[in-house]
T-cell receptor, first 113, second 115 residues
């Protein structure tokens, strides 16, 4: 299995809602990532988990809360988002270390009303 | 500011011709470079990578060239096909030793294949 899966594919939420994005991989990868991609822009790194521990937080607002329940799963909890948070949220995984390819999921298209 | 990405927003080539997509980076400590292809509605797909101790790497119909002197990366696609139409991103990472590092992406080039 060389796939990263993400659910849901699409999500529409209001600014007072709480929702979660989910990501799963079964490649035995020890690193998992969240990226945010606005339309016609490159992906931007948000968080990195290494061995289930948060290792990088790129100064992301606290309304985004990552969680890594186990080595195969990565969640992104959303609360009190703003319309400008609407974007494609991409999850990726890798073995970690130099020359380690990151495999990306298809993303969750998030719209905040 | 961004550390990666000389920006040519759109590149239009004839089917069957070769394509060259360019990218510049500014972080001299970058160790590892990757080209990704992203089709509409999909996540980035790995194409080819290169480490900083190499200057050229070839795959199937693709070649990546790395010029560390001028901090320039290019992707060459031979005999482009309609399926090559996508946005292409270069990405780099500065391996900080032992851990997993996120990628910094360039701005992207939209490759359009003309029939």
């Amino acid at each position: 299995d060389t796939e990263v899966t993400q659910t849901p594919k699409h999500l529409v939420m209001g600014m007072t809602n709480k929702k979660s994005l989910k990501c799963e991989q079964h490649m035995g990868h020890r690193a998992m990532y969240w990226y945010k991609q606005k339309a016609k822009k490159p992906p931007e790194l948000m968080f990195v988990y290494s061995y289930e521990k948060l290792s990088i937080n790129e100064s992301v607002p606290s309304r985004f809360s990552p969680e890594c329940p186990n080595s195969s799963l990565l969640n992104l909890h959303l609360h009190a988002l703003q319309p400008e948070d609407s974007a494609l949220y991409l999850c990726a995984s890798s073995q970690g270390g130099l020359s380690s390819e990151q495999f990306f999921g298809p993303g969750t298209r998030l719209t905040v009303l | 500011g961004e550390s990666v990405g000389l920006h040519l927003p759109t590149l239009s080539v004839q089917e069957g011709d070769n394509s060259i997509i360019n990218c510049a980076y500014s972080n001299s400590a970058s160790d590892y470079f990757i080209w990704y292809k992203q089709e509409s509605g999909k996540g980035p797909q790995f194409i080819i990578d290169i480490r900083s101790n190499m200057d050229k790497r070839q795959g199937q119909r693709v070649t990546v060239l790395l010029n560390k002197t001028v901090k320039h990366l290019s992707l060459q696609i031979a005999a482009t096909q309609p399926g090559d139409s996508a946005v292409y991103f270069c990405a780099e990472t500065d391996y900080s030793g032992g851990g997993a590092d996120g990628l910094t992406f360039g701005k992207g080039t939209h490759l359009i294949i003309q029939p």
